[in-house]
């Protein structure tokens, strides 16, 4: 039997609002075929957790610009450019050089868990001008080896003063680290890396779940606005959240980094009277941001209280670009997955609380001090969503069109459990956004 890992893409010509407006219409049909044939680049024996994977491609990134390329990451490692035109498959950089692996990083950890490898890539806004473009990997700190990147399979790769940092501090026993690295292209026109790069942070991490993750710029800020070149970055709990032990409440301290969306400048040379440089010496923390003022607190923190806010992405008003807001979709812990607009300095409650139920303490002792799940209260919002098809819960008929058995529905709530006897009845009409 020969094995023929397809990454398969849909290109989905409506939103959600389009979506139930057809829901009446008499015909709407979504068309999906497979696109492209990815190298394997997993073991094929079926005997690992995360290793059997044939190929586990996390993200498409379109080259900005207008360009006809799109960068695809494996967590396994490579770092490929495709050619939308030809559908031209190139290995751009490679980051797997564990033991048997020819790639950069001698401590790069991808085998096992499903938060590990390479996480995500991300493009400076002024690619086009400067080629940078940014990345998250996750690197096993007990492995033996270098932590500096080895060019020896990557010879456009300058690493001549390239120098690793210091770990930034999680309490608890370790077992991963987070690395975010700058890259700079010099030659954006080809398809092979010739120029440099520098590590800008290394964060500890407790487990091998939830990771240092998602990178985003938004997309609306342009030179001379406040968010121009202003990177957000998603850091998991680590696992922290779910322990046991003391390391339980990281996600709502201020002193770590874990469990929490950070926003710093990567460019030392931006911003300098609006902004710090970071304790390492390789970014700046713009002054606004909520906790610069704040003792023992890292100044690099957005917002916090989150699992694991996996995703991020700007939700902008077309008509409107400045009305924007900052979307974290976080993976939950039992039953209630969230999605977070983001405001700054706000606290989304994990993990002494998820969703709607208190994990830790009573609820309404919580929701006095914690930002409000599906609605606006203080500076935070969240929608939550359950995916089990629970006793008295009457779901809108295009969740169930558009949604497997296994992932039944996505229901807003208005700050209620189902089944809470205090809960209005159950919306049977698509439920109305609000700004």
């Not at 096992?112 to 096993?140: C, M």
């Not at 806010?309 to 976080?330: G, Q």
Request: aromatic fraction near 8%; charged fraction near 25%; proline fraction near 7%.
């Amino acid at each position: 039997m020969t094995w023929r890992p397809l990454l398969r893409l849909a290109c989905l010509a409506a939103t959600l609002p389009a979506l139930w407006a057809a829901a009446s219409a008499p015909r709407l049909t979504l068309e999906i075929r497979d696109y492209l044939e990815l190298p394997i680049t997993g073991n094929n024996d079926g005997k690992g957790q995360t290793d059997g994977m044939l190929a586990r491609v996390n993200a498409l990134r379109e080259e900005p610009g207008g360009a006809s390329r799109l960068f695809l990451h494996d967590l396994n490692g490579p770092l490929y450019i495709l050619d939308k035109s030809t559908k031209k498959l190139s290995i751009y950089l490679d980051f797997n050089g564990r033991q048997g692996h020819s790639g950069l990083f001698h401590k790069f950890s991808y085998e096992t868990g499903y938060a590990n490898g390479l996480v995500s890539v991300q493009f400076d806004p002024d690619y086009r001008r400067n080629g940078k473009f940014y990345t998250v990997h996750i690197e096993d700190p007990s492995v033996d080896a270098p932590a500096a990147p080895d060019s020896a399979n990557a010879p456009g790769l300058n690493v001549r003063g390239y120098e690793t940092t210091s770990a930034i501090r999680t309490p608890g026993e370790i077992l991963r680290e987070g690395v975010l690295v700058e890259w700079s292209d010099t030659n954006t026109a080809n398809g092979t890396f010739e120029g440099t790069a520098r590590e800008l942070m290394r964060v500890q991490l407790n487990t091998r779940i939830h990771p240092l993750g998602d990178l985003v710029f938004n997309p609306a800020a342009r030179p001379g606005d406040p968010d121009w070149r202003v990177l957000y970055i998603g850091c998991g709990d680590g696992g922290s959240g779910e322990s046991r032990q003391a390391i339980r409440s990281n996600p709502q301290r201020l002193d770590t980094m874990v469990g929490k969306i950070h926003r710093i400048v990567p460019d030392l040379n931006d911003r300098q009277s609006s902004s710090i440089v970071s304790e390492n010496g390789r970014y700046r923390i713009p002054n606004d941001n909520p906790f610069v003022a704040t003792a023992g607190a890292r100044k690099e923190i957005w917002a916090y209280g989150f699992r694991n806010p996996h995703r991020l992405h700007f939700a902008i008003d077309p008509s409107t670009p400045a009305n924007n807001r900052l979307i974290a979709n976080s993976i939950g812990l039992h039953t209630w997955e969230t999605v977070n607009i983001v405001h700054r300095g706000a606290n989304y409650g994990y993990s002494m609380r998820e969703g709607t139920e208190a994990l830790q303490g009573r609820l309404a002792d919580l929701d006095r001090r914690l930002a409000r799940p599906s609605r606006e209260a203080d500076n935070a919002e969240t929608f939550t969503a359950n995916f089990h098809d629970l006793p008295g819960v009457a779901f809108p008929k295009i969740y169930r069109q558009y949604s497997s058995i296994g992932v039944l529905c996505m229901e807003f709530l208005s700050g209620f459990k189902p089944g809470s006897p205090d809960r209005p009845p159950a919306r049977r009409t698509p439920p109305t956004f609000r700004r």
